[in-house]
T-cell receptor, first 115, second 113 residues
Framework: GAGVSQSPSNKVTEKGKDVELRCDPI?????LYWYRQSLGQGLEFLIY????????KSGLPSDRFSAERTGGSVSTLTIQRTQQEDSAVYLC?????????????FGPGTRLTVT | KQEVTQIPAALSVPEGENLVLNCSFT??????LQWFRQDPGKGLTSLLL?????REQTSGRLNASLDKSSGRSTLYIAASQPGDSATYLC????????????FGKGTKLSVKP
């Protein structure tokens, strides 16, 4: 079956512009995660959705970051007024459910470059 | 603070060698531990998932072990091949309300032909 897909695969934007990153999880997976991988850094957890709800947004690095999920499926991560430090690979993962420690499956990522 | 550490950061071996990658975690109350492979410019491929009640999992030439009491996991790769060259990441899942993964920084493996 289809895995997790993300678009775009690469995005170059000018500082100050807004960007939207999209994640399409595996069909039937109710849990969706966003992570960020910066150059030389480990993977950093950003936000989790169970269905359409994100119970804890404290992992988002600033209020310029927001995310939503509609229909229990596709999610978008929006970064407003991008800064150079936002340059990173943004990875999305999905699992059957959030609780219960189910295996997480990752998409190919979106490489964001802010110039 | 829950942290995951991987040693070494990089490893180079000749083809055919058996090798062990190490992962340690500070909080032994993990729900499970997952090993991933990441090729340059690519996403993460899940290799093995070990639940907290298990001691090891095997898939082909890969064997992952888990010792909760010592806070350690190892990934054993038998008869390494150049195609095994990649970065290997371990990630701890502490369950809870979100079930997010806490990642180590990875071990970059290079297998020389």
């Amino acid at each position: 079956g289809a895995g997790v897909s993300q678009s775009p695969s690469n995005k170059v934007t000018e500082k100050g512009k807004d960007v939207e990153l999209r994640c399409d999880p595996i069909s039937g997976h109710t849990a969706l995660y966003w992570y960020r991988q910066s150059l030389g850094q480990g993977l950093e957890f950003l936000i989790y959705f169970q269905g359409n709800s994100a119970p804890d947004k404290s992992g988002l690095p600033s209020d310029r970051f927001s995310a939503e999920r509609t229909g229990g499926s596709v999610s978008t991560l929006t970064i407003q007024r991008t800064q150079q430090e936002d340059s990173a690979v943004y990875l999305c993962a999905s699992s059957l459910r959030g609780q219960g420690g189910h295996e997480q499956y990752f998409g190919p990522g979106t490489r964001l470059t802010v110039t | 603070k829950q942290e995951v550490t991987q040693i070494p950061a990089a490893l180079s071996v000749p083809e055919g060698e058996n090798l062990v990658l190490n992962c340690s975690f500070t909080d032994s109350a993990i729900y499970n531990l997952q090993w991933f492979r990441q090729d340059p410019g690519k996403g993460l491929t899940s290799l093995l998932l070990i639940q907290s009640s298990q001691r090891e999992q095997t898939s082909g030439r890969l064997n992952a072990s888990l010792d909760k009491s010592s806070g350690r996991s190892t990934l054993y790769i038998a008869a390494s091949q150049p195609g095994d060259s990649a970065t290997y990441l371990c990630a701890a899942n502490y369950g809870g309300s979100q079930g997010n993964l806490i990642f180590g920084k990875g071990t970059k493996l290079s297998v020389k032909p």
